[in-house]
């Protein structure tokens, strides 16, 4: 069974920096593709940020240049640097696990989600 546990989140004004975490257990870190979600309130689940297991990185252009996801594969821990913060930036946010290599966008293709970690950016 694989267990996901977001940390990191919090409050913090706009123009901000804010880094939120995903431990990864009980499963083969090397080989899993993580991702990033959020949602906002009376919002769908969207895209931030995804790692494939391969190397590859995508971003939604809606934080591209602001955010980076990374990975440190010696914590078998997942990270998502937030810079510039906005107040639409708000939402909590999800980390995700799957072992495809397939449409890392889209929220059907993993297998894991952790519980969320609210991210809450005043103005």
């Known amino acids: 069974q694989v267990l996901l546990v977001e940390s990191g989140g919090g409050l913090v004004q706009a123009g901000g920096s804010l880094r939120v975490s995903c431990q990864v257990s009980?499963?083969?870190?090397?080989?899993?593709?993580m991702g990033w979600f959020r949602q906002a309130p009376g919002k769908e689940r969207e895209f931030v940020a995804a790692w494939s297991w391969t190397g590859r990185r995508d971003y939604a252009d809606s934080v591209q240049g602001r955010f980076t996801i990374s990975r440190d594969y010696a914590k078998n821990t997942v990270y998502l640097q937030m810079n510039s913060l906005k107040p639409e930036d708000t939402a909590v946010y999800y980390c995700t696990a799957t072992g495809s290599l397939g449409a890392l966008t889209t929220a059907n293709t993993y297998t894991y989600w952790g519980q969320g970690t609210q991210v809450t950016v005043s103005s």
């Open positions: 009980g499963g083969t870190f090397t080989r899993m593709s």
